[in-house]
Protein backbone atom coordinates (compact mmCIF):
# COMPACT_ATOMS: atom_id res chain seq x y z
CA UNK A 1 0.00 0.00 0.00
CA UNK A 2 3.06 2.11 0.67
CA UNK A 3 4.44 1.74 -2.93
CA UNK A 4 2.21 4.44 -4.45
CA UNK A 5 3.44 7.47 -2.18
CA UNK A 6 7.27 7.40 -3.46
CA UNK A 7 7.11 6.68 -7.14
CA UNK A 8 4.19 8.94 -7.64
CA UNK A 9 6.23 11.97 -5.63
CA UNK A 10 9.50 11.10 -7.38
CA UNK A 11 7.94 10.77 -11.12
CA UNK A 12 6.72 14.02 -9.60
CA UNK A 13 9.56 15.84 -8.80
CA UNK A 14 10.99 14.94 -12.34
CA UNK A 15 8.59 16.18 -14.20
CA UNK A 16 8.04 19.44 -12.35
CA UNK A 17 11.83 20.06 -12.21
CA UNK A 18 11.74 19.36 -15.89
CA UNK A 19 8.78 21.66 -16.64
CA UNK A 20 10.85 24.10 -14.13
CA UNK A 21 13.69 24.38 -15.88
CA UNK A 22 12.51 25.10 -19.62
CA UNK A 23 9.77 27.48 -18.97
CA UNK A 24 12.57 28.74 -16.15
CA UNK A 25 10.20 28.81 -13.61
CA UNK A 26 12.26 28.43 -10.28
CA UNK A 27 8.75 27.84 -8.26
CA UNK A 28 8.45 24.79 -10.02
CA UNK A 29 11.60 23.61 -9.11
CA UNK A 30 10.49 24.01 -5.87
CA UNK A 31 7.78 21.94 -6.28
CA UNK A 32 10.15 19.43 -7.69
CA UNK A 33 12.72 19.98 -4.53
CA UNK A 34 9.73 19.20 -1.75
CA UNK A 35 8.65 16.09 -3.98
CA UNK A 36 11.65 15.05 -3.88
CA UNK A 37 12.21 15.21 -0.24
CA UNK A 38 8.66 13.36 0.18
CA UNK A 39 9.56 10.63 -2.05
CA UNK A 40 12.66 9.47 -0.66
CA UNK A 41 11.17 9.64 3.03
CA UNK A 42 8.74 8.01 1.63
CA UNK A 43 10.75 5.50 -0.01
CA UNK A 44 12.16 4.58 3.43
CA UNK A 45 9.19 4.17 5.08
CA UNK A 46 7.98 1.76 2.31
CA UNK A 47 11.06 0.18 2.58
CA UNK A 48 10.19 -1.25 6.38
CA UNK A 49 7.36 -3.99 5.21
CA UNK A 50 10.04 -4.84 2.00
CA UNK A 51 12.80 -5.86 4.23
CA UNK A 52 10.26 -7.60 6.80
CA UNK A 53 9.16 -9.72 3.65
CA UNK A 54 12.53 -10.54 2.13
CA UNK A 55 13.55 -12.27 5.31
CA UNK A 56 10.17 -13.23 6.96
CA UNK A 57 8.51 -14.23 3.85
CA UNK A 58 10.32 -14.79 0.29
CA UNK A 59 11.46 -18.26 0.90
CA UNK A 60 15.17 -18.69 0.78
CA UNK A 61 17.02 -20.54 -1.78
CA UNK A 62 14.32 -19.96 -4.52
CA UNK A 63 14.11 -17.42 -7.69
CA UNK A 64 11.72 -15.34 -5.44
CA UNK A 65 14.78 -14.60 -3.34
CA UNK A 66 17.26 -13.72 -6.35
CA UNK A 67 14.48 -11.52 -7.65
CA UNK A 68 13.50 -9.70 -3.99
CA UNK A 69 17.18 -8.75 -3.67
CA UNK A 70 17.40 -7.45 -7.45
CA UNK A 71 14.07 -5.52 -6.66
CA UNK A 72 15.48 -4.12 -3.39
CA UNK A 73 19.02 -3.59 -5.01
CA UNK A 74 16.86 -1.34 -7.84
CA UNK A 75 14.75 0.38 -5.21
CA UNK A 76 17.79 1.82 -3.44
CA UNK A 77 19.66 3.02 -6.05
CA UNK A 78 16.69 4.94 -7.33
CA UNK A 79 16.21 6.30 -4.23
CA UNK A 80 20.28 7.22 -4.27
CA UNK A 81 20.18 8.35 -7.81
CA UNK A 82 17.09 10.96 -6.18
CA UNK A 83 19.48 12.13 -3.35
CA UNK A 84 21.98 12.18 -5.50
CA UNK A 85 19.89 14.40 -7.65
CA UNK A 86 19.05 16.81 -4.84
CA UNK A 87 22.76 17.33 -4.35
CA UNK A 88 23.40 18.81 -8.05
CA UNK A 89 20.58 21.47 -7.43
CA UNK A 90 22.39 24.81 -7.95
CA UNK A 91 20.78 27.00 -5.33
CA UNK A 92 17.75 25.03 -4.59
CA UNK A 93 16.81 24.85 -8.91
CA UNK A 94 17.04 21.90 -11.11
CA UNK A 95 20.28 21.89 -13.01
CA UNK A 96 20.69 19.16 -15.96
CA UNK A 97 22.58 16.88 -13.51
CA UNK A 98 19.72 16.88 -11.48
CA UNK A 99 17.43 15.55 -14.19
CA UNK A 100 19.89 13.20 -15.21
CA UNK A 101 19.59 11.78 -11.94
CA UNK A 102 16.22 11.89 -11.64
CA UNK A 103 15.90 10.24 -14.63
CA UNK A 104 18.12 7.83 -13.90
CA UNK A 105 16.24 7.43 -10.90
CA UNK A 106 12.96 7.00 -12.30
CA UNK A 107 14.00 4.06 -14.80
CA UNK A 108 15.28 2.28 -11.37
CA UNK A 109 12.06 2.66 -9.57
CA UNK A 110 10.03 1.17 -12.80
CA UNK A 111 12.97 -2.08 -12.57
CA UNK A 112 12.32 -2.46 -9.27
CA UNK A 113 8.26 -1.71 -9.63
CA UNK A 114 8.18 -4.58 -12.38
CA UNK A 115 10.24 -6.89 -10.28
CA UNK A 116 7.76 -6.10 -6.75
CA UNK A 117 4.80 -6.89 -9.16
CA UNK A 118 6.44 -10.32 -10.30
CA UNK A 119 7.36 -11.10 -6.91
CA UNK A 120 3.59 -10.73 -6.05
CA UNK A 121 2.05 -12.78 -9.55
CA UNK A 122 4.12 -15.06 -10.01
CA UNK A 123 5.88 -15.99 -7.15
CA UNK A 124 2.59 -14.57 -4.52
CA UNK A 125 4.76 -12.99 -2.35
CA UNK A 126 2.47 -11.80 0.19
CA UNK A 127 -0.52 -14.01 -1.23
CA UNK A 128 -2.52 -15.45 1.35
CA UNK A 129 -3.62 -18.66 0.83
CA UNK A 130 -5.70 -19.47 4.00
CA UNK A 131 -9.32 -19.00 3.55
CA UNK A 132 -9.16 -21.60 0.89
CA UNK A 133 -8.27 -24.35 2.97
CA UNK A 134 -5.56 -24.75 0.80
CA UNK A 135 -1.54 -23.45 1.06
CA UNK A 136 0.25 -22.14 4.05
CA UNK A 137 -2.88 -21.85 6.35
CA UNK A 138 -0.89 -21.78 9.60
CA UNK A 139 3.19 -21.96 10.57
CA UNK A 140 4.76 -23.26 13.76
CA UNK A 141 8.16 -22.86 14.46
CA UNK A 142 9.63 -26.23 16.57
CA UNK A 143 13.98 -26.02 18.19
CA UNK A 144 15.84 -28.55 16.25
CA UNK A 145 16.79 -31.78 17.77
CA UNK A 146 20.28 -32.94 16.78
CA UNK A 147 20.48 -35.00 13.79
CA UNK A 148 16.53 -35.46 13.63
CA UNK A 149 14.01 -33.52 13.12
CA UNK A 150 11.13 -33.62 16.08
CA UNK A 151 7.74 -33.30 13.41
CA UNK A 152 4.35 -32.77 14.66
CA UNK A 153 1.62 -34.57 13.70
CA UNK A 154 -1.16 -33.43 11.21
CA UNK A 155 -4.25 -34.44 13.53
CA UNK A 156 -4.86 -30.61 13.73
CA UNK A 157 -5.25 -30.43 10.23
CA UNK A 158 -8.68 -31.30 8.00
CA UNK A 159 -8.02 -33.65 4.47
CA UNK A 160 -6.05 -31.92 1.85
CA UNK A 161 -4.58 -28.86 4.14
CA UNK A 162 -0.85 -28.04 5.17
CA UNK A 163 1.06 -25.88 7.39
CA UNK A 164 4.68 -24.36 7.49
CA UNK A 165 6.42 -25.45 10.13
CA UNK A 166 10.18 -23.68 11.14
CA UNK A 167 12.54 -27.12 12.50
CA UNK A 168 15.78 -25.29 13.27
CA UNK A 169 16.42 -23.70 9.89
CA UNK A 170 14.67 -26.26 8.03
CA UNK A 171 11.47 -25.32 6.40
CA UNK A 172 9.05 -28.26 6.46
CA UNK A 173 5.91 -29.19 4.90
CA UNK A 174 3.11 -31.17 7.29
CA UNK A 175 -0.17 -32.52 5.69
CA UNK A 176 -2.61 -34.25 6.05
CA UNK A 177 -4.01 -36.97 3.19
CA UNK A 178 -6.99 -40.05 3.24
CA UNK A 179 -4.52 -42.16 4.27
CA UNK A 180 -3.01 -39.89 7.33
CA UNK A 181 -0.23 -37.46 8.04
CA UNK A 182 2.55 -36.79 5.70
CA UNK A 183 6.31 -34.41 5.98
CA UNK A 184 8.54 -33.49 3.28
CA UNK A 185 10.55 -30.21 2.13
CA UNK A 186 8.73 -27.28 1.44
CA UNK A 187 11.18 -26.06 -1.03
CA UNK A 188 10.01 -27.10 -4.70
CA UNK A 189 13.31 -28.57 -6.40
CA UNK A 190 12.50 -26.93 -9.61
CA UNK A 191 12.67 -22.99 -8.29
CA UNK A 192 12.23 -23.19 -4.57
CA UNK A 193 8.88 -22.69 -4.24
CA UNK A 194 7.40 -23.16 -0.95
CA UNK A 195 5.06 -26.11 -1.62
CA UNK A 196 3.43 -25.59 1.84
CA UNK A 197 1.73 -22.63 -0.12
CA UNK A 198 0.71 -25.29 -2.95
CA UNK A 199 -2.36 -27.25 -3.07
CA UNK A 200 -2.32 -31.03 -1.56
CA UNK A 201 -5.03 -33.68 -3.51
CA UNK A 202 -4.74 -37.72 -3.32
CA UNK A 203 -1.10 -37.28 -1.85
CA UNK A 204 0.10 -35.29 -4.27
CA UNK A 205 1.06 -31.75 -3.54
CA UNK A 206 1.54 -28.63 -6.52
CA UNK A 207 4.14 -26.05 -6.54
CA UNK A 208 2.20 -22.69 -6.72
CA UNK A 209 4.69 -21.53 -8.88
CA UNK A 210 5.17 -23.35 -11.38
CA UNK A 211 3.32 -26.45 -11.46
CA UNK A 212 5.31 -29.06 -10.41
CA UNK A 213 3.86 -32.44 -8.65
CA UNK A 214 5.54 -34.58 -5.82
CA UNK A 215 4.17 -37.53 -4.30
CA UNK A 216 4.34 -36.56 -0.47
CA UNK A 217 4.62 -40.37 0.20
CA UNK A 218 8.28 -41.40 -1.65
CA UNK A 219 9.23 -37.71 -3.11
CA UNK A 220 8.62 -38.70 -6.31
CA UNK A 221 7.67 -36.52 -9.30
CA UNK A 222 4.61 -36.73 -10.89
CA UNK A 223 4.62 -34.13 -13.11
CA UNK A 224 7.49 -31.10 -14.20
CA UNK A 225 8.97 -28.66 -14.67
CA UNK A 226 11.19 -30.16 -11.80
CA UNK A 227 13.37 -32.97 -12.71
CA UNK A 228 14.36 -33.97 -8.76
CA UNK A 229 12.26 -35.73 -6.30
CA UNK A 230 11.94 -34.12 -2.93
CA UNK A 231 13.27 -35.53 0.47
CA UNK A 232 10.09 -36.81 2.96
CA UNK A 233 10.21 -37.35 6.97
CA UNK A 234 7.95 -38.93 9.24
CA UNK A 235 5.40 -37.35 10.84
Given at each position: ??????????????????????????????????????????????????????????????????????????????????????????????????????????????VGG?????????????????????????????????????????????????????????????????????????RCT??????????????????????????????????????????????
Amino acid sequence: MLIPFPFAFLTGALLFDAVGRWRRKPELSQTGRHLTAAGIGAGLLAAVPGIVDYFASVPPQSSAKERATKHALSNVSGLALFGLSWALRHNGTASAGTLAAQTAGVAMMSVGGWLGGTLVYRNQIGVDHRYADAGKWKEQSLPAAGDRLALPAGDDLGVNQMKLVHVGDHRVAVGRTEEGSCAFQDRCTHKGGPLSDGVLINGVVQCPWHGSQFDVRTGEVKAGPAKEPIETYPA
